[in-house]
């Protein structure tokens, strides 16, 4: 164990903290070298709009993105603020207007109009929405009592479920149709980001940790059905466990999961993880060279083991030292760090790649998120 794992916890073994590692020879990223990135092959014309099955309400959801617009999925929509509820959760609810913000004022020149080049998500209504949710549970967050366990706010509890639907759950569907809208993105143009998005605590029968909606699953239904892909890769490196996709696809051969989380906070839920395929529990208070192994190894033989079609990226910052929730001691460089990689070894490869942006429990990490997507426009991880 090196000096950042020291005096973490004493009693867990090597093993346990670090995943599959194993010791190996240093391969070419490891030793910092550049390689030429090949240009993404977009499919055929003729393949962009193969028919739907006529149960679908999925189409509704994606558009043939404008030739000026970026692969970036964004709304003022998704920011929740009314009452000063939202300070009452510590997810920060207002971070993507201002990811948004620094992009646009203090990014680097590609970004300066990012407001006019990114595309707008449209809404998951409930028609849509039910193509993943049962009914009984569709049916329970109109009862505000419901919203307010799933989200964690209670006193959303006492409030008119009218202004519930509107002040919340509207941004939050809205944000799930911007993740079903990147996935697509992605498959169009090699890459997409959703400023919002990755509520992967959200099953098909029930929600939690403030995802109310299963935005991950929706948006692989989505890409199974309107492009028939058949190995899809779900690569979740937020700091908690992500039980709800991991519900939803379990037993499917179709979709990998591979999830690197604190192994000692919500939501420890032992049956969804029967169905992560590269299963990565690390230790609170894990700091970032340990962790960067941990991801760069396990990442590496994931795409080695499955060779995926897509790979869907949970980008988490609660992975951040000082997070309350996360506690884990990551830091802002190797959140970037970690971000470059998952994007370079997708590039490299010519998979398309979704990402979210998922948890993040300080006022830091829109700060963190706008630097890390300035640095894969830099480094022609996103290229235009």
């Known amino acids: ?41 977009a499919p055929d014309e003729e393949e962009e709009d193969p028919k739907w099955p006529e149960d679908s309400n999925l189409q509704s959801l994606i558009y043939k993105l404008p030739d000026d617009k970026l692969p970036i ?32 004022n203090d990014g680097c020149k590609a970004f300066q109009k990012l407001r006019s080049m990114v595309c707008k998500p449209r809404e998951a209504t409930d028609d849509i929405l039910a193509v993943v949710h049962t009914q009984d549970y569709l049916d329970s967050l109109k009862w505000s009592s419901k919203v307010a366990r799933v989200t964690e706010v209670l006193p959303i509890a006492i409030l008119p479920n009218f202004v ?9 569907r809205t944000q799930t149709g911007g993740t079903v809208l990147a996935a697509y993105a992605a498959y169009r143009r090699g890459w997409s980001i959703n400023i919002g998005g990755g509520f992967h605590h959200c099953y098909s029968t029930d929600g939690g940790g403030f995802c109310a909606y299963a935005d991950i699953t929706m948006a692989i239904k989505m890409l199974m059905e309107k492009v028939d892909l058949d190995r899809i890769m779900i690569v979740d490196l937020d700091a908690h466990q992500g039980n709800g996709h991991e519900r939803d696809f379990m037993g499917n051969e179709k979709v990998y999961i591979m999830d690197v989380y604190n192994r000692s906070i919500y939501p420890q839920d032992e049956y969804a993880k ?60 190797g959140v970037i760090q970690r971000d470059e990689f998952v994007f370079k070894l997708a590039r490299e490869q010519q998979i398309p790649i979704a990402m979210v942006t998922s948890g993040g429990y300080q006022r830091s990490t829109a700060n963190v998120i706008a630097r890390s997507i300035i640095n894969l426009h830099l480094h022609d991880l996103i290229p235009r």
Request: net charge negative; hydrophobic share 35%.
């Open 1 to 41: 164990m090196n000096e950042n794992t020291s005096g973490i916890v004493e009693t867990v073994d090597q093993e346990t903290i670090m995943g599959d590692i194993e010791v190996k020879e240093p391969g070419i990223h490891d030793e910092g070298k550049e390689i030429p990135f090949p240009e993404y092959r």
């Open 73 to 104: 999925i964004y709304d003022d929509i998704y920011n929740i603020t009314f009452m000063g509820l939202q300070k009452l959760h510590p997810f920060d609810s207002e971070k993507w207007g201002r990811i948004v913000d620094i992009l646009s």
């Open 164 to 172: 519930v639907q509107s002040k919340l759950l509207r941004k939050l």
């Open 274 to 333: 029967g169905a992560i395929k590269k299963k990565c529990p690390i230790v609170p208070g894990l700091k970032t060279d340990p962790y960067m192994e941990v991801v760069t190894y396990n990442y590496q033989k994931a795409l080695e083991e499955f060779k995926p079609q897509f790979i869907l990226y949970n980008a988490g910052t609660d992975i951040l030292e000082g997070d309350p929730l996360g506690m884990l001691n990551i830091s802002e460089e």
